[in-house]
């Protein structure tokens, strides 16, 4: 293993999924990582790991600017006064989404959703930025593969949509200071999302109104078909971990990676024209 506990990096989204495991994972390879959870079991959770480059951040809900910006301040009180490393990365991996009709949609979930995936990270970062442009770091933004219409999780993808355009703006804007903006597109990874989406699913066909539900039950229904069968063939998120490494490590790094389930079809899609592809997703749900 590398000694690689001189460089901090700092993952949001760790209390479970995917970013539990990149948090473990790179601790396990010797970064010092701040692992930011909202609630003080998911931080007593991490603790009792017993890794010694791993350090829980608590609480940093990005959806309440005053705790972004105090955990900002104690991230910087802490480098400057050399308690910790030099920040080197900060991995955003925080957001869930909802599985739905936009006509269906909660909208204050949504507005949460926004404010995990888009407000909160670029609050993150105006806070931080100073740090990495010292280490000429590097910001990974978790994302699905392929910017393209997907009916029934807007939720999800609209926020990949602005993702994108954040990560690829902030690279062209931070190029001369060095600080490399990569994207991870993800397919299917094996987490408890698809556990949350059965869930989902059920309550929304159980307690919408019936005069709205009924529009969509028969086509709800066979998505959740679709997911169960989609479920079997996830990756193991371990897997998004190596390549959140790699792009940590390597000097001329990527600036996007894809893994995981499907991914790769995902990408072939977004270089395709779009009316082509909205043709196929309208010709696939008839």
């Given at each position: 293993m590398n000694d690689l506990s001189d460089k901090t990096v700092l993952i949001t989204g760790t209390s479970s999924g995917i970013g539990r495991v990149v948090a473990v994972y790179l601790a396990q390879q010797g970064y010092t990582v701040l692992a930011s959870v909202r609630k003080n079991a998911d931080a007593e959770s991490l603790n009792k790991l017993s890794l010694p480059h791993l350090k829980p951040?608590?609480?940093?809900?990005?959806?309440?600017?005053?705790?972004?910006?105090a955990i900002a301040t104690f991230v910087k009180q802490q480098i400057n006064n050399k308690l910790l490393p030099p920040l080197y990365a900060i991995v955003n991996i925080a957001g869930g989404g909802q599985i739905a009709p936009v006509e269906l949609m909660n909208v204050e979930y949504f507005k949460e959703e926004l404010e995990k995936r888009l407000v909160g990270p670029v609050l993150l970062l105006q806070e931080l930025l100073p740090l990495l442009r010292v280490t000429k770091g590097r910001v990974i933004w978790i994302s699905t593969p392929g910017l393209f219409p997907v009916p029934y999780v807007a939720d999800i993808h609209a926020p990949d949509f602005a993702v994108n355009y954040l990560a690829r703006t902030l690279n062209i804007e931070l190029l001369p200071d060095g600080i490399k903006n990569i994207l991870i597109r993800c397919g299917g990874i094996n987490t408890t999302s698809p556990e949350r989406t059965e869930t989902q699913?059920?309550?929304?066909?159980?307690?919408?109104?019936?005069?709205?539900?009924?529009?969509?039950?028969?086509r709800l229904l066979r998505?959740?078909?679709?997911?169960?069968?989609?479920?079997?063939?996830?990756t193991d998120p371990?897997?998004?971990?190596?390549?959140?490494?790699?792009?940590?490590?390597?000097?001329?790094?990527?600036?996007?990676?894809?893994?995981g389930y499907m991914s790769g079809l995902g990408s072939l899609f977004e270089k395709l024209p779009q009316i082509w592809v909205d043709k196929i997703m309208e010709k696939r749900e008839r």
């Open positions: 951040l608590f609480p940093l809900d990005l959806t309440k600017q005053e705790q972004v910006h699913l059920v309550v929304m066909l159980n307690n919408e109104p019936s005069n709205i539900t009924n529009i969509y039950k028969d998505l959740r078909e679709e997911f169960n069968r989609f479920d079997t063939k996830r371990v897997k998004v971990a190596m390549v959140i490494a790699k792009a940590l490590s390597v000097k001329h790094p990527k600036i996007r990676y894809q893994v």
